[in-house]
Each structure stands twice: as C-alpha cells, then as structure tokens.
C-alpha cells in the first residue's frame, strides 16, 4: 500500500512537470518579480485541483435532460415541489420562533423529530403523499443556509416563495434506464426524458427543477477517472470585459451575446401586460407564462455560449490566468437611500445589467471545472492596474488609457488595444503568481528552479 501510494504521487508529479516545463522554459518567467500577485490566503492557485481530486481518483458530474411529462405527472410533480418549500418555510419559522423565545436552534435531526410529527398531524396529512427523504433533503438545505450564514458566506435564510423555483431532490432509490430513455423517482414512478448523452457513473442523487413550463431532472453521478493531463502546453491570459467577452493573449476575441439587452424590448412589453391584467386571472397566467418563458430561453442562450466560449479555451490552452474580479462588488446598486442619494444611478444601472449579462462568474466557474476535468490549471490574479500598465515598459498610469478601447503609454509610446494589454498583463502575473510561489509573497529572495516550484506545490 505504501508503494502504491508513492508511485500514485510520483506519477503526479511527473505529470505537473511534464505539463509546466514547457510554460517556464524562459529564465526571465521563472524569476519574475512578484508584484502583481495576490496573497496565498484567498487559495485562488488550484494547481493540483486539491488532494481529493488527484489522489481519490473520484469525479463529480450531474448530467441534466428535460423531462417528457404527461398532465398527471407534472401535477405531482408541482404537488412534491410544494410540499418541499412547505417544510423549509415552516421549519424556517419554527427556528425564528425559538430565537425569538430565548431558546437554542434545533438541529437537523430535532427538525426531523418535528417533520415526523408535521406528517401524523391530521391537518398536515397529505404530506404522507412525498417521499420523506425529499422533505428531509429540504432540512438539509435550510441547515447548509444556517451554515453560511454563520460563516458569512450568504445573507439569513429567507422564505421560499411559491412557484420561484421549484425543485426537490432524491438522495437515493432511484433507477435509470438509459435504453428506453426513462426513470425512475420514488413515488412518481418511471418518467420519460429526453436522452441527449450517455450517463456515465454511479447515480448519488437525482434532483427534479422547473425552469417555465418544463422540468428538468439533473443525475449527479459519481465515479473513478485516471489522472488527465492537458494535451497542450500552453497559456493564455484571459480579460473579460462588456464590448467583448473575453480577449485572449494571443489575440483571439470572443465576442458578447448580450442576450438579455437584445430581448430587453420584447421583455419590457411582456411585462407590461402582466402588469395590466388582474391578478390570478387566467389572463394573468398565460401572460405571466409568456414572461417566464422568455427569461428562460435568455438564460439558456446565455449558458449555451458560455458553455461554447470556455470549452474551446479549455481545450486548447493548459494554463488559464483570469482576474479575481468582485462582481457582487462591481454590480451594486448605486441607488442610494433618501438621505444620501446616489449619483449618476441611470449609467451605473446599465452598468450593472451589461455586468450581469455577461455572467462573468459563470464564466470563471466553468473554466475552472473544465480545466481541472482536462488536467489543467487556472490561475487567478488580482486585477488591479491591469489595463493600466505598459507591457513594453511597465509604465503604470491612469492616463495611459484616452478611452475605454484605447491603451497610449505615455512614457514609451505603446499602442493597443486595452483588452489585449490586460489579458497580456494577466498572464505575466500568472506566470509570477505560479513561478515566484510563496517565497515571493514570505518576503524571500532565494531564486527556485522550475522543478523546485513544482516540487513545492505538490507537497
């Protein structure tokens, strides 16, 4: 066992060199100063895409197929779906009410203790009718929501309003029959789903969404892969911006779908007629309908793109340097409150929207996923003056961008445009924030050699 566990880490090893020699061939890369990197403590180089994932050879995925459903099947579906936001409202109440009383939260297995006794309730019976581990898996998420709000990861749970989005999950027992493009869920009984792809792995759980009118059943599964390593040997520095949506390094431009500003018009109008029928009418449902499927199709052209952008730069390039870009920051309402209004609010608010629709996280999340699926590395840096340093020279100035595209040294005379200059000097502070490691950022000035870095960061 012990030599097994060598060798694994040997192969590791080999692997990372053979990946990043290529990348730091040039002695000026290697011992680069360290300005532009940021701190070790925010964990934003995932080199080794954590212990867990090399070394327990195991892959998380969820694969997700649209439902075909009949009337009585989609009427169950919205019944378990209720019943689940039922649980997680009144269990939510309940803990208010025990804070508001002086006493301790319940935990997860006192809220269990209180379900079983919610479902043997004559007024509450019909709650029989769901499965009860998918009314115990809404526990479980109003418990993950307590968590991170402890830790300061998300704001106090809040109740879950009827029809904003409905979905429950399966933690176990049920079955997949890939052949006749069906499955099977506990007391729903054998669904049919649109069979676009293989589903590879063992199922860990199934979760049933609505997204407008349709459903959609995600099967996350589980199961062993061999060590990857990235076909290429490149890197590339990536800016993402609004005009475009991500410029590389070497030049390649990905254009901005913009999919909610060029269906904003078609939107406004939708919703003005919901806004002009009376409410719960069967007029108001249909044209509530029209909105909901509208917002729909703009998230799914959205994550098509997304989907289209990230795998081809994933594909092709080992090393993928981002900026750590605070979007939740960036994207604040600049409204302000009546006592201290804000200003220019009507160009921050289109800011804001052409920020959102660009689903810039979304972008870093599956460039990170792909790259650690493929065997590469994402690399993220800070992104302070990025666009305001000279390449050439190194010159940082405000001055040195005229305009929003344009880039002028003002010292050397440079000329470019400004997305190209920051995702080229995105990649040189990947190259110092994965070349210096933490010998730079402890203050250090022992030079390393290549093999010596990776050596370190595989430790």
Not at 211 to 228: C, D, F, N
Not at 272 to 295: C, D, I, M
Request: net charge positive; charged share 25%.
């Amino acid at each position: 066992m012990t030599n097994m566990g060598k060798d694994r880490f040997q192969r590791v090893n080999d692997v990372n060199i053979k990946n990043l020699l290529a990348i730091f061939c040039h002695k000026d890369q290697m011992y680069m100063h360290g300005k532009y990197t940021v701190s070790s403590g925010s964990n934003l180089v995932d080199f080794i895409h954590r212990p867990k994932y090399i070394f327990g050879m195991k892959r998380l995925q969820a694969f997700k197929f649209e439902l075909k459903l009949t009337g009585c099947q989609k009427r169950l579906l919205y019944r378990f779906a209720g019943s689940s936001r039922f649980v997680y409202n009144k269990a939510l109440a309940l803990q208010k009410e025990r804070y508001e009383q002086g006493e301790k939260k319940l935990s997860y297995a006192g809220l269990c203790k209180q379900l079983t006794a919610w479902r043997h309730a004559p007024e509450m019976a019909w709650l029989k009718e769901v499965h009860s581990q998918v009314l115990q898996q809404s526990l479980k998420d109003l418990e993950r929501a307590y968590r991170n709000f402890f830790a300061k990861r998300a704001d106090f749970p809040r109740r879950k309003r009827r029809r904003a989005k409905d979905a429950f999950r399966f933690p176990q027992g049920c079955q997949l029959d890939q052949t006749n493009s069906r499955i099977f869920l506990p007391k729903l009984g054998w669904l049919r789903y649109r069979n676009s792809r293989q589903v590879e792995g063992k199922i860990s759980n199934v979760t049933a969404s609505r997204s407008g009118e349709k459903w959609y059943v995600s099967i996350q599964t589980e199961r062993e892969v061999e060590i990857p390593l990235h076909p290429s040997s490149s890197a590339i520095g990536v800016d993402v911006g609004i005009a475009q949506l991500a410029t590389l390094s070497d030049g390649t431009v990905f254009e901005s779908v913009n999919s909610f500003k060029c269906h904003q018009k078609r939107l406004a109008t939708l919703q003005r007629r919901v806004s002009k029928k009376k409410k719960f009418s069967q007029n108001w449902k249909k044209a509530l309908q029209a909105v909901n499927r509208l917002h729909s199709k703009i998230k799914h052209i959205r994550q098509n793109y997304l989907h289209q952008t990230t795998h081809a730069i994933s594909k092709n390039h080992a090393m993928v340097c981002i900026e750590d870009l605070q979007i939740k920051h960036m994207s604040k309402s600049a409204a302000g409150t009546q006592r201290v209004p804000g200003k220019n609010v009507k160009a921050k608010s289109g800011l804001n929207k052409a920020i959102l629709d660009q689903g810039w996280f979304e972008f870093r999340r599956q460039l990170e996923y792909k790259q650690q699926w493929r065997g590469g590395v994402v690399v993220v840096v800070a992104a302070k003056n990025t666009s305001r340093t000279c390449p050439p020279c190194g010159y940082v100035s405000g001055e040195n961008r005229p305009t929003q595209s344009q880039f002028v040294c003002m010292k050397c005379g440079y000329e470019n445009h400004a997305d190209m200059v920051g995702a080229i000097n995105i990649l040189r502070a990947g190259h110092a924030r994965l070349a210096c490691g933490e010998e730079v950022q402890l203050g250090r000035s022992r030079k390393q050699e290549p093999t010596e870095v990776i050596q370190a960061l595989v430790a």
